[in-house]
């Protein structure tokens, strides 16, 4: 427990309908009640109108009061939340109010640190309220839902307790002699290893490539000759138009963005200066620009125009082949690999977005799952299998229980991070410097 009392402003920083400032600790209600003139009665989970003064004793706004007693409060210590007018001045004010009454300013993530401190949540689910906040699809924001509700954690937790178990027979165990072991003891016991940690494992790392994609995104980059339709194709897949189209070639010279989404995944869409040789400058830093997002997209989206063979030779980076202008074409002997779509009639576009959605999602995961969506996560999972699968080296081996049990101890410690349970300190510290203020 904490002897402070923070307070901050939960809502954006801006101009709004409503504007929430919150206050957390042993101070809270004091505080707030100090800021009205009748000193009011708080009745817990309840709305109070209230007004609130300055430091002259004129009221600075009036809003509703709501006050949730510890424990039974987001952070677990007393809270006080005051909702008034959107105003950023007048929020600032009251803020000041606040901070001159003894409440210390709100770090990142401070209520949110007090709530893991407090065994309100654990580290993955304090990391689900930062993920709620920043999912940019419904998908990611479903997905963050269930690791806040804990279904991500219980996995992990449920993992942690077959380890305990077979760490506890292991040193059950070691008190034997060789020859007072069953014959099929290490069979069972790698068996179950394998069963009940290694594959469970396996399966949640394997959908961590999509599920961290979810969160951060992925970029697809459209390159091509000039002219072929590629901004025809970003406007497209945006449904209106973003980029100007027009039949004379280098018309694109910058890189354009839109921002999309592909099976729930936030997808970045960049358009692209046609790839030609040139002596105008700035045309000339378009392609260059063109080529690096190249390299660094998860996709590249490679179109020619089925009217010039001219524009098919197919550049490295190339993910995907898109024939365009097929409407236009009057025959088909391109190679083969290509996607034919005509961005003018709509022919071959949902096959195309079908190739795109396959690419980038994983098409095997289906919603329900829980799936790792932080490299944190992740990496603390392959630790834990990397361990587990050296302690079940041992015991294939030379029957080396004992370091057996100190390699499955290792592996529960790695999984337990993911929880933040033990020596966590310094990646809590990584954890909330992503947060906002006021959470
Ligand atoms: N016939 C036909 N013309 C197209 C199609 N898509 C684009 N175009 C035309 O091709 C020209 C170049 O298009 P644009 O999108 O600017 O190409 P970019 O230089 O690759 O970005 C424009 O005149 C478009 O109207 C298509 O599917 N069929
Ligand atoms: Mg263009």
Known sequence: MTESTIAALATAPGRSGIGVIRISGPMAVSAATSLCADMPDLPPRKAVLASWLDADGEVLDQGLMLY?????????????????????????????????????????????????????????????????????????????????????????????????????HIEATLDFAEEEIPDLYYETLAQRTRRELIEPIEVLLHSASFGERLFDGATVAIIGAPNVGKSSLLNALAGYDRAIVSEI???????????????????????????????????????????????????????????????????????????????????????????????????????????????????????????????????????????????????TGEAELDIAAAQWRHAY???GEILGLGDVEHILDRVFSSFCIGK
């Open 68 to 168: 949730f007693p510890a424990p039974h409060s987001y952070t677990g210590e007393d809270v006080v939340e005051l909702q008034g007018h959107g105003s950023p001045v007048l929020m600032r004010a009251l803020l000041s109010r606040l901070f001159s009454l003894g409440c210390q300013p709100a770090k990142p993530g401070e209520f949110t640190r007090r709530a893991v401190m407090n065994g309100k949540m654990n580290l993955s689910q304090a990391e689900a309220v930062i993920a709620c906040i920043d999912a940019a699809t419904v998908r990611a924001g479903k997905q963050a839902q269930k690791q806040l509700q804990g279904l991500f954690g219980r996995r992990i937790e449920a993992l942690m307790e077959t380890i305990t178990d077979i760490v506890a």
């Open 413 to 415: 410690h790695a999984l």
């Open 249 to 395: 070639p280098g018309t694109t010279r910058d890189v354009l963005e839109i921002d999309f989404e592909v099976e729930g995944i936030p997808v970045r869409l960049a358009d692209t200066a046609g790839l030609r040789d040139v002596d105008d400058y700035v045309e000339r830093e378009g392609i260059r620009r063109a080529e690096k997002i190249a390299t660094q997209a998860d996709a590249v989206i490679f179109v020619a125009d089925a009217t010039r063979p001219e524009s098919w030779h197919l550049p490295q980076q190339a993910t995907l082949r898109v024939m365009n202008k097929t409407d236009a074409a009057t025959s088909s002997d391109w190679p083969e690999g290509f996607i034919a779509i005509s961005v003018h009639t709509g022919a071959g576009m949902d096959h195309l977005k079908q190739a795109l959605a396959s690419h980038l999602a994983d098409m095997d995961i289906s919603a329900e799952d829980v799936f790792v969506t932080r490299e944190r996560h992740r990496q603390a999972l392959q630790q834990a299998l990397h361990d587990i699968r050296a302690g079940l080296a041992c015991l």
